[in-house]
């Protein structure tokens, strides 16, 4: 396994995560794929994404390696596929004894306003454009503006978050959507891959829970 790839992990999964979580349509009820790149002032990354009510797929590259990450929302589980290695890390994000199951993950610790503000071309698609402010009980604050499809998907994303005083810009852009079913297979770990003991990976679990704010 390739040293670097906890640290890749925590940095580009964590903030794909929160980006998904938070910003890319909890409740869309259709299914669809295409390619995503989220700026920062730092760093772009792009990956593809395949997406339905109750799963995720994203699979993007760093350093030369290729990450797949599984989001299971119906399992209350992620899956961290390394194909280079044959190797996965299992991640919880709900415990067993919860009684109520949620398709995608609440936002319940952020106060949301939005704003409707009609449609726009992009790229020769009609989008409904929107303003929209997110306050954590934290203190955090994100705004800027928003653009989906009919169906709810976010396909761009102009935003500024603020927490401790510090101000991050971002950009989100959906390239290549495709609206349809995605193969199943997608969201399973292949046969043949070895299962990484999460106790020798220095707490990455926490670490990532702590990164997605869940």
């Not at 399992?75 to 961290?80: D, E, Q, R, T």
């Not at 939005?114 to 954590?136: D, S």
């Not at 101000?167 to 046969?191: D, H, M, T, W």
């Amino acid at each position: 396994m390739r040293t670097h790839f906890s640290a890749s992990l925590a940095i580009i999964g964590g903030s794909l995560l929160l980006t998904s979580t938070a910003l890319a349509g909890p409740g869309v009820a259709v299914e669809y794929s295409g390619e995503q790149t989220i700026e920062t002032e730092d760093s772009a990354t792009k990956t593809r994404i395949y997406s339905t009510p109750t799963m995720e797929r994203r699979e993007f590259s760093d350093g030369g390696q290729q990450i797949i990450m599984i989001n299971r929302y119906d399992k209350k589980v992620i899956w961290n596929l390394m194909p280079d290695d044959k190797m996965y890390i299992e991640m919880a994000t709900g415990t067993p004894t919860e009684k109520k199951e949620k398709a995608k993950p609440d936002l319940d610790d952020f106060k949301i306003e939005q704003t409707p503000m009609g449609q726009e071309m992009v790229n020769g698609v009609a989008l409904n454009k929107g303003k929209m402010i997110m306050t954590g009980k934290d203190g955090s604050k994100m705004g800027g503006f928003m653009w989906t499809t009919k169906e709810g998907i976010v396909t761009k994303l102009d935003a500024i978050s603020v927490d401790k005083g510090q101000k991050s810009r971002f950009k989100l852009e959906l390239s290549n959507l495709k609206i349809g079913k995605q193969p199943a297979e997608l969201f399973e770990v292949p046969k043949g891959y070895e299962k990484l003991d999460m106790g020798g990976m220095m707490g990455m679990g926490d670490m990532m829970k702590g990164m997605m704010g869940r």
